[in-house]
């Protein structure tokens, strides 16, 4: 089905550009030729076995990176279609998002960030950048995936000041404080809806947190209430299901009815003039804003800080430093061609270029990868 595109979506024929110029692709879209890249590329396979909240082996029903990707994807298509926005676009936005997440989630991150501190930092939106920019190695003509400017500005949905100033007229918007295209608005949030909501799901199927503590979350309570009156029979899982997939869609309807108002209230006439603006317009009502707030802070407090995810998380971190200090005190620890790129990077870039190697290196490991990698190191019986 084509749907016409609202005047201030981003126009399939109107992309500003790859940075190598490419011929047109033919019988897709541009954006569609982006999607189609991310879906091929290893760093995509690679969030198969990247941990969400909880690792990979801890069992086969919880979100990975990829899962969860693919749920974003899901709920931005979903709302872009319906408000006439560039669904390709937007699709291509989800499924990229999280390419440069390190092993082991935010725990990864974290800890990845603070070896890297004295060399420049690390932050996994710059770094999914680095990897549809450069890292990927599959094209004759080119590093990394060539991607639309598009595409790319909604990859990159924070960056530091310093990082802004080198990659030039991506990184104007976080200088002048103004906006990406609604997709890349659009895709922020739905990557928002679809971890708040998968985190109550994964966290109920652990057992770490409960329906009854849930209840202090007026979003949760609404909906569980509703599905315990008309459904009282109903077995536990299928109860929660019911109950999250009822708050995704009041999200979903909320965002778009609110979204809509603010676009009839500012009128903007075609993406630059969404992109001019110092706030975004893809938002919740102030009401819906302070709920699912309130929804983030309670996975904040009950969850992510669960004793049993915090254990997790603190091996995650002895991993990765152990991991970054051994290959960056001793490069030739590392396999061959990365041993190779930590030397010509570090002739260039003294140990801030070496530095950038070893991270990403480590970044892109799966979690399991990681795990392998610290006991090849560590353990003497392990096979080298
Ligand atoms: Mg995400």
Known sequence: ???????????????????????????RTEFQRDRDRIVHST????????????????????????????????????????????E????????????????FGHAGQDALNACMKPYGGFEHNFQSLRVVDKLEEKYAEFNGLNLTFETREGILKHCSQTNAQKIGSLGTRFLENTQPSLEAQLANIADEIAYNNHDVDDGLRAGLIKTEQLCSVPIFEMQWKLVSSTYPDLNPRRAIHETIRRMISALVADLIKTTNLNLSNHKPTNAAAVRALTHPLVSFSPDVASQHHALKRFLRANLYTHYRVHRMTSKAKTILEELFTAFFEDPRLLPEDHYQKAMASGKT????????????????????????????????????
Do not use: C, W
């Open 349 to 384: 870039g003294g140990d801030t270029g070496k530095a950038r190697i070893v991270s990403d290196y480590i970044a892109g490991m799966t979690d399991r990868y990681a795990i392998a990698e610290h006991k090849r190191l560590f353990e003497p019986t392990q096979q080298v």
């Open 88 to 103: 390709d676009l937007t699709e291509a936005i989800a499924l990229a998002h999280d390419l440069g997440h390190t092993p």
């Open 43 to 86: 760093a995509f396979r690679r969030l198969e076995y990247k941990t969400q909240v909880f690792v990979n082996h801890e069992g086969d029903l919880f979100r990975t990176r990829l899962t969860h990707s693919i749920e974003v994807a899901q709920i931005g298509r979903a709302i872009a279609r319906a408000m006439q926005l560039n």
């Open 1 to 27: 089905m084509n749907v016409q595109l609202a005047p201030y979506a981003i126009d399939n024929a109107q992309s500003l550009g790859r940075r190598q110029p490419e011929s047109s692709p033919g019988y």
